[in-house]
């Protein structure tokens, strides 16, 4: 009886007991469909495969460069006569950002224990990578268009040895305003601060790396055999666009030192190093050029994706929530979008537009819209009749707030599911035309070493087919495997039909 | 259902033109524009006065000078059966009539002065000899006019030249690229000591640049002598007849004219006309083993639900599905085509080199030696690729049936049936599939544009000269006409693929009626 008595609550609240006592909380919707999606081995499989891939994305260049970690230039005696560290001031802004924000952002997502709730966190770290990225690809469009003006005056501030500072400075703070009137989070004070102090700090980070030191990397390594130069390399010590031409085509597994075939090689780290996966047609590492090409692939994924679900869901929007005329004319032009052979599209845009990675990032999500487009419509025309949205009608809310807080958030579930699909393809449109050589320019990229597997000589390299192969194969079949599971965990009819 | 039909014909043309209109903004919005492989073929030619006639010549043939709509609207204008007036822009020879263009002025007249501007006049023929005339004076004209275009830009390098010896306050106004801008040397010193003498050391130059000069106003007066006389015999109107008059002196139909590639100087109708059927074939041949294997494995796995051949075709499927056509193209052509590998498949091609010798059926000859044949040839040749097309449509379709299959199983008249006593086998098959097959119609909607593309990629790999071969070859010449042509043709017989589709499903389902 007193055993009973004890597991009693002591009082009883009037909100309780309308709840139920003892009753738990019901697990939110998405957290319902993640643990779900958990369920599924093929999605944990995707899951842990893209979070490797992601990884190699953001730190390859710890991993795999052909700068030295750290160089000490020895004397005659053998004594350290300076010491350097190419590989921190070879790192480009891209790599400096992606690094940082990985390293320190995504513990303080998951782990930090700031104020903040965890969505928050994760809309200021996704606010500030994209707004540092924003700084990076403006100063480096400002760079271009300075190289390639027809303005005399701007031509030669482009050529100054230190890069053409004050024009970063104007993109840093152009991204900051354009971050702070697209509302991210936070009180204003602090958004203008955090948006300033990134965008100053990218902006300086892409100006201090205008004019790296050059270094000759043939020449280090034979320093380094003569015993003149002491080198630490990274794990693998070879940049994708490192080519040596005494190593090329080499099967898997070769010795450096066997090949290069010079005595002095024998005992240096670099001769020591085997090749694990060959080398290509020009001589260079496939190792380094597959840890490397994960991050064009990732990020072209995601971007794409990410811009079609943005035009995909804001037209559909439009169309759904207005109809009438709105969607007549709308409609038409998703007709032609969806009538249009989209591969053979790209094929052509990609082949007359600048080879780049954000030329072709925007090419794949201009024309992969339609899909997004059509579920927001028809879920938009759905909600709409519903009595929430009608009560918020009434209730003389502003157009924007009825769309973007109440009828958004319910109606964009079914384009979230189909991203992981769009992801997918979009990773197998870059690779095909990588493979067509249509790809961007100076990246490695896995399509465009499949390509060379078939040379021009007729001779089959397995080893250029088969290690590309697999990691399109196994980034593709993850996202499907992912998309497919969080299809199944939100379809409410499929979940019906399981009963 | 005839008006439905007309409506959605009449409603492809808009789609046709907004696809068409796409492309060739983005290609005309792409560096260098519409022309930009002609420069790159120029780029190779040392001499750079030759690179500016030949770019005057493509400009005058194609009209590449003119505003990008204008161009767009140009190339409608042909490709359109239905034209207006009787009358064709085009001599029979494929140039266009065209006033012929206004000279660019001679540059340097401050230090150089142009020849005395001058009128010609004379008295055009008529009738066929006009049509005749014309184009004679036409290609004089645009020669002439590329001579002086050559001309000046043999001055603008003389002036280059001379300039580079001047030395160093006068050498940073040059352009990046190392030719002279004249407008950027107002102040240079002029011969006669205006205002300043020439360098001693520059006389040799100095005396180049003069006769170039000289060079440049003798072809000018000659080019503006033809263009008049060509202006003349235009005002007369050379147009030729074409096409079949409907409305008298309004509208006309004639057939479609896609023009002459840059690249190859072949009509672009030809080889379009070659490459088609080999790109229809692949697909026509594709499509049904993808609806044979799909279809029943989709019928199996709905009948077995969660059984084990539900499982293992629906993994499998997906396995297959998350293959891009270039790695397995790579993989058949590496480990099944290669001599290093199996070899059991040709490499590329569409047939034997020895075909034109070959039976059509396999025979035995007289000394027992086996041949294959014509017809075995091409199965042999096309065994890879087509392969490499079939696989990605197994998963999407195999899981449409199931999912449609399944549906109708859950069906009140399944039930009704079953509580009848109706064997199982004739519920699957006569009630259940039955119903089931209409959205697999519409899934060759989604499966053909698709697969279009995709054999772009297969035809790249296996080196099959179809249309997307065509196609890789038109970008990486950058030819208008090809790109626009392939696009205007893939897209409509995509397009049409979607009609057909529409039409099939109101053929097989009585309730479906377009109004």
């Known amino acids: ?71 000490d230039r020895l004397a005659a005696d053998g004594s350290v006569e300076s010491r350097t560290f190419p590989l921190i001031s070879h790192l480009t802004p891209t790599d400096w950002l992606l690094m940082v ?34 700084t990076i690809v403006l100063s480096q469009v400002f760079v271009w268009a300075s190289e390639n003006s027809s303005l005399p005056w701007l031509r030669a501030w482009a050529r100054l040895e230190a890069g053409p500072w004050p024009l970063i400075v104007a993109a840093a703070l152009l991204s900051a305003l354009v971050a702070f009137v697209v509302p991210i989070i936070l009180s204003p004070v602090r958004r203008i601060l955090a948006v300033g102090v990134v965008a100053v700090v990218s902006g300086a980070l892409v100006w201090a790396a205008g004019a790296p030191a050059i270094v000759n990397h043939e020449q280090l390594v034979l320093e380094e055999s003569a015993g003149r130069v002491r080198a630490v390399w990274t794990l693998i010590p070879w940049s994708p666009e490192y080519t040596r031409s005494d190593m090329v085509a080499q099967a898997p597994g070769t010795q450096v030192a066997n090949v290069l075939h010079l005595g002095g090689f024998r005992g240096t780290p670099f001769g020591a190093r085997r090749t694990w996966l060959g080398t290509d047609a020009l001589g260079g590492d496939v190792l380094a050029q597959l840890l490397w090409a994960c991050r064009l692939s990732i990020s072209i994924g995601l971007v794409s994706t990410g811009i079609s679900v943005l035009i995909g869901v804001t037209i559909g929007a439009l169309m759904g929530y207005f109809g009438g005329w709105v969607d007549l004319l709308l409609y038409r032009i998703v007709e032609i979008f969806m009538a249009v052979p989209t591969l053979f599209v790209l094929i052509v845009a990609a082949g007359v537009l ?54 958004l958030p319910n109606g964009v579930t079914p384009v979230l599911v189909d991203t992981s699909f769009a992801i997918a393809a979009a990773i197998t449109i870059e690779a095909t035309l990588s493979f067509l050589g249509l790809g961007p320019d100076g990246q490695a990229s896995w399509g465009k070493m499949l390509s060379s597997a078939t040379a021009a000589t007729g001779t089959f390299v397995w080893w250029l087919a088969v290690f590309p192969g697999l990691a399109i194969f196994l980034s593709v079949l993850s996202y499907n495997l992912l998309g497919e599971a969080m299809r199944d965990a939100i379809d409410p009819k499929l979940r019906k039909a399981a009963h | ?37 002609l420069a790159v073929q120029g780029g190779q030619m ?115 030249d001379h300039v580079r010896v001047l030395g160093d306050p006068w050498t940073a106004r040059l352009d990046p690229k190392g030719g002279a801008d004249p407008n950027n040397f107002r102040d240079l010193p002029l011969g006669g000591g ?67 590639a840059f690249s190859r100087n072949r009509p672009v109708w030809d080889l379009i006309k070659t490459a088609l059927p080999v790109t229809m074939l692949i697909n026509l041949i594709a499509f049904p083993i993808i609806y044979l294997v799909a279809v029943p494995t989709g019928v199996l796995a709905s009948i077995r639900r969660g059984g084990v051949a539900d499982i293992a075709s629906g993994f499998l499927f997906l396995l297959l599905y998350s293959v891009p056509v270039v790695l397995a193209g790579v993989f058949a052509i590496g480990f099944l085509a290669n001599n290093q590998y199996l070899g059991w498949f040709p490499v590329s091609g569409l047939h034997d080199s020895a075909q034109a010798t070959m039976t059509f059926l396999p025979h035995t000859d007289p000394s027992g030696v086996w041949h294959r044949g014509w017809l075995l040839d091409t199965v042999w040749h096309l065994a890879l690729p087509v392969l490499c097309l079939v696989y990605g449509g197994f998963a999407v379709l195999s899981k449409q049936t199931r999912a449609s299959m399944l549906d109708n199983f859950n069906a009140d ?35 053909f544009p698709a697969m279009l593309g995709g054999s772009v990629v297969v035809e790249r790999i296996f080196t099959i000269p179809g249309m997307g071969s065509l196609v ?18 893939i897209s409509s017989v995509s397009l049409l693929a979607l009609l057909l589709a529409d039409i099939l499903y109101a053929l097989c389902d009585p309730r479906v009626a377009y109004e």
Request: with cysteine; glycine share 8%.
């Open chain 2, 194 to 260: 205006q205002p300043a003498p020439v360098p001693a050391d520059a006389a040799a130059t100095w005396a180049k640049v003069n006769a170039a000069a000289a060079q440049m106003h003798q072809a000018w007066s000659l080019a503006e002598e033809a263009r008049q006389r060509a202006t003349i015999a235009f005002a007369a109107r050379p147009f030729p007849p074409a096409g079949v008059e409907v409305i008298r002196d309004v509208v006309s139909i004639d057939s479609p004219d896609f023009g002459v």
């Open chain 2, 46 to 160: 040392s001499d750079t006065s030759k690179v500016a006639q030949m770019q005057a010549y493509m400009e005058d043939r194609y009209g590449l000078n003119d505003p990008v709509v204008v161009q767009y609207g140009r190339w409608i204008a042909r490709v359109c059966p239905v034209r207006f007036g009787t009358t064709s822009l085009e001599s029979p020879s494929g140039e266009r009539i065209a006033v012929p263009r206004e000279l660019p002025e001679p540059p340097m007249q401050w230090a150089f002065p142009a020849p005395a501007a001058f009128e010609v006049t004379f008295t055009p023929q008529s009738g066929d000899a006009l049509i005749e005339e014309f184009r004679t004076l036409q290609r004089d004209a645009e020669g002439r006019r590329r001579t002086y275009v050559g001309s000046v830009r043999a001055f603008k390098d003389a002036l280059a």
């Open chain 2, 1 to 37: 259902m005839a008006t439905y039909l007309i409506r959605r014909l009449l409603l492809m043309i808009p789609t046709v033109l907004g696809i068409t209109l796409m492309v060739f903004l983005i290609v005309a919005l792409a560096p260098g524009g519409i022309g930009a492989g």
């Open chain 1, 1 to 71: 009886m007193s055993e009973a008595l004890a597991d009693m609550p002591q009082s009883v609240s009037g909100v309780e007991v309308m709840r139920g006592i003892g009753a738990r909380e019901a697990k939110s919707f998405w957290a319902d469909a993640w643990d779900r999606v958990r369920a599924r081995p093929g999605a944990v499989f995707g899951i842990v495969w893209i979070s490797i891939m992601g990884f190699f994305a953001v730190f390859a260049p710890l991993i795999a460069n052909a700068h030295p970690i750290m160089l």
């Open chain 1, 101 to 134: 924000g990985a390293s320190l952002g995504l513990p303080w997502v998951f782990f930090g224990t700031a104020s903040l709730g965890r969505s928050v966190r994760i809309t200021v770290l996704a606010a500030l990578l994209a707004q540092g990225g924003a």
């Open chain 2, 472 to 489: 890789i070859e038109a970008i990486n010449l950058r030819d208008r006409e090809l790109i626009l042509a392939n696009t205007f043709m």
């Open chain 1, 354 to 407: 600048p080879r780049n990675t954000y030329v072709m990032m925007a090419i794949i999500g201009i024309f992969s819209w339609t899909g997004a487009a059509r579920f927001t419509r028809a879920e938009f025309l759905r909600i709409r009749q519903m009595d929430f949205v009608q009560a918020a009608q009434a209730t003389g809310l502003p157009v924007r707030s009825v769309l973007m807080r109440h009828m």
């Open chain 2, 413 to 447: 008249y399944v039930r009704t049936a079953r509580a009848k006593g109706v064997p199982r086998k004739d519920i699957v098959i006569s009630h259940v599939l039955r119903n089931s097959l209409l959205p697999l119609i519409t899934m060759f909607v989604g499966i």
